[in-house]
């Protein structure tokens, strides 16, 4: 059965610190994988990957695919407290969008 | 360019009833897709339109069905609403299907069923 693996599932951090959070994945006919941040409401994107090994980056966000190894990762370098929130991993393929269970980062003064 | 808009916003209803949801995506993009977000089960995709068209359904029941009209606007039925079924409801605007383009969210719709 594809599902998406997320981790950790909750992480608290000092403001400046760097993160990085997880995902992990097994979806048949991958076409896709999505990174959003969702706070106290609808989800907002920040990243689509589609090939290994290219990052994208924004600002102090980026992201990094790995095709062979099913996994993604999503870095934030000097974190501020408006990061925190619920970061959600989906990988899409001709049918679906599976979405992971998210990372809770919360980020202190 | 106006974003996603979804109404009701919030929405009580009784076991036994059904229940319409509806979804404005953003102009230009033909592909929307309904979403139920739950505290248990995290974000479960119900299905997509495309074009008018439902081009892929989640493990979801037949009680949840939707349509999608030549506006692109869509809206989402659930009949002989269950206790369960409270939850979070999203749908998302995209281009094209929401495998190939970023897909943005609308507000949600939260269902609570007494």
């Known amino acids: 059965e594809d599902k998406v693996v997320q981790s950790p599932l909750s992480l608290v951090v000092h403001e400046g610190d760097t993160v990085t959070l997880n995902c992990s994945y097994e979806v048949t006919n991958f076409r896709s994988l999505l990174w959003y941040k969702q706070e106290k409401k609808a989800p907002t994107f920040l990243f689509m990957l589609t090939s290994s090994g290219i990052e994208k980056k924004s600002g102090r966000l980026s992201s990094i695919l790995d095709k062979k190894e099913l996994f993604s990762i999503l870095n934030i370098t000097a974190t501020q407290t408006g990061d925190s929130a619920v970061y959600l991993c989906?990988?899409?393929?001709?049918?679906?969008?599976?979405f992971g269970a998210g990372t809770r980062l919360t980020v202190k003064p | 360019k106006a974003g996603v808009t979804q109404t009701p916003r919030y929405l009580i209803k009784t076991r036994g009833q059904q229940v319409t949801l509806s979804c404005s995506p953003i102009?230009?993009?033909?592909?929307v897709s309904w979403y139920q977000q739950t505290p248990g089960q995290g974000l479960q995709f119900l299905f997509e339109?495309?074009?008018?068209?439902?081009?892929n359904k989640g493990n979801f029941p037949g009680r949840f069905s939707g349509r999608q009209f030549s506006n692109s606007r869509s809206e989402m039925n659930v009949s002989t609403l269950e206790l369960g079924d409270s939850a979070l409801y999203l749908c998302?605007?995209?281009?094209?299907?929401?495998?190939?383009?970023?897909?943005?969210f609308g507000p949600g719709t939260r269902l609570t069923v007494l």
């Open positions: 339109y495309f074009s008018e068209t439902q081009r």
């Open positions: 102009s230009g993009h033909r592909s």
């Open positions: 998302a605007s995209s281009f094209g299907g929401h495998s190939y383009n970023e897909q943005f």
């Open positions: 989906a990988v899409g393929n001709n049918n679906d969008m599976r």
